[in-house]
């Protein structure tokens, strides 16, 4: 029994010691069931699938995270649940909603702070953030805006910290051509513009996919069927 019992305390210092908590420390199935999250909500999560996206950006508890053009808080509840009260969420917003204001006076989220300012212009510490995420909103801003953002969000992160892009996909080649009128946009951008504010491209995730999309219909006309890229970027250590 005792042999069992060291097995397992080594087994719990490795994984801490790789970077990854153990797979029981997160149970995004109580994370989303939590019952303050409204049903407009939970029925977006089967498109949106926040469990996968946040584990393959390795959030974890303890994070200090940003979660940027946050709207009405979907992520930014989830995330606040996901790196609990010993972390720290930044909900970025150019003007808070009465919804996202309301909502965090909650005592479950007194580790969250909204951010109020352009999304170029907002200040968090430097060197802290361990993940930033935009999603579906990337598309939104203007070029500049964007490179703006993307550098505020570098200076953000601690070395090794993540930055996450979600967004629907546009046709490739495209560019930024259907921004405004389909609103979705050439990965291929994404890919350019963070990787020119210092960051590296690491991975992409396959989990938002969707083979039959046909990229010629707007994305908030026809909702929940577009193809999304969910894009993975570093600042290097």
Known sequence: MKQLCAGLLLLGAAALGSGREPAFAQDFAAILAAPDRPDAERELDPVRKPAEV???????????????????????????????????V??????ARKELTERLKSPDYAHVKIVEAKMDAFELPANTLDFALIHLNYHDLDPATRMGMNKKVYAALKPGGVYGVVDHSAKEGSGEEVTKSLHRIDKAVVIEEVTQAGFASTKEGNVLRNPEDTFDFSTTKVRGKSDRFVLRFEKPR
């Open 90 to 95: 930044y909900s970025v917003v150019p003007s």
């Open 54 to 88: 946040l584990k393959f950006y390795g959030v974890k508890p303890g994070d200090k995270v940003a979660d940027l053009m946050a709207a009405r808080g979907y992520y930014t509840v989830i995330l606040a649940r996901a790196v609990g009260g010993g972390g720290v």
